[in-house]
């Protein structure tokens, strides 16, 4: 092969252990004849495709149903489940903002996520900086993301350390009063369902 | 099952202990005292599933409310500030 060769292949960069891992379970799980390559490949395009708009419209539901907004908070699970979303095994803590308490969510051990409802994390969310500094200094890390906050406000910090999963569920902005639930829904973002950002009205 | 010995209010410490294995409390909460937020149900328990067992009988689930400035002597920020941490009833003790 010559050099020109292969230098347009790239550069050759061995697997590491856990691609590797990956790679072994794979082709055993095919080789045992307990999956497909098909059923793989099928449930990687589900994951790749989910987004966080099943989350934004839990969250406009509830701005307009208090009702709802009461069982979601009481039950997250159950109240998704009312939406038609179908959220296997997961166990949904759904904690609201108020004027007085802001929170936010972090995995510190790992990267545990609502993936189900919010789609793929985001690099950072997996990153070592956010993970161990948003236990430790929230209000410099939330600073970064361009959220301020008043000392008046409390800071809760959720460490989705074992078996349940967390969605912020934030205020509704001002100015919004006749909005439709579709309407409402496109207020909120990806950052807004982890509390690095707050959904931003017609009147911000 | 296993009964839950704490009930959302009570002060609870989380034991300082360092085993080896596959462990679901976080290093930096071990050995502080914080109030129980709510009992979240019971599940089999994680150190034991990583072990290839079947982590039965499922133990009771917590979480635990901390405040920033007792787990951060320095921490900057308000003194009401907080962080809500899942444990697992088997590392906490009566505080």
């Keep these: 092969m010559t050099e020109k060769k292969l230098k347009d292949q790239g550069k050759y960069q061995p697997l590491s252990y856990f691609q590797l891992m990956e790679v072994s379970l794979r082709e ?4 045992k004849g307990i999956l497909t390559e098909e059923e793989i490949a099928r449930e990687v395009e589900t994951m790749r495709g989910r987004g966080y708009e099943r989350g934004t419209r839990v969250v406009a539901r509830a701005w307009l149903d208090a009702a709802f907004r009461e069982r979601l908070l009481r039950n997250g699970t159950q109240a998704c489940e009312e939406l038609g979303l179908e959220i296997p095994a997961l166990k949904l803590l759904v904690v609201e903002n108020t004027r007085e308490t802001h929170n936010a969510i972090v995995c510190t051990l790992c990267s545990c996520y609502p993936r189900v409802l919010l789609g793929i994390p985001p690099d950072w969310y997996k990153s070592r900086n956010y993970r161990s500094r ?3 200094e929230p209000r410099a890390v939330l600073a970064e993301f361009g959220l301020v906050l008043s000392e ?8 989705s350390s074992a078996d349940m999963r967390y969605m ?3 205020m509704r902005p001002a100015g919004t009063e006749s909005w439709s639930e579709e309407r409402l829904a496109g207020l909120v973002n990806r950052d807004c369902l982890l509390g690095v950002a707050v959904p931003k009205g017609p009147n911000d | 099952m296993s009964e ?10 989380v034991l300082k202990a360092y085993p080896l294995g ?3 409390t976080p290093y930096y909460i071990r050995g502080h005292t914080g109030t129980v937020e ?9 150190e034991e599933l990583a072990q290839m067992r079947d982590g039965l009988p499922p133990q009771p689930l917590y979480r635990v409310r901390f405040l920033q400035k007792e787990v951060w002597p320095d921490y900057r920020g308000s003194a009401q500030d907080v962080v809500e941490v899942e444990i697992f009833q088997h590392w906490l003790e009566p505080a």
């Design chain 1, 152 to 159: 008046a406000i409390q800071i809760r910090i959720h460490d």
């Design chain 2, 38 to 46: 709510r009992v979240c149900g019971e599940f089999p328990n994680p």
């Design chain 2, 4 to 13: 839950s010995r704490f009930k959302p209010g009570a002060r609870v410490k």
């Design chain 1, 28 to 31: 055993l799980l095919v080789e």
């Design chain 1, 168 to 170: 912020v569920l934030p």
């Design chain 1, 134 to 136: 948003m236990v430790r």
């Design chain 2, 22 to 24: 596959h462990v679901r």
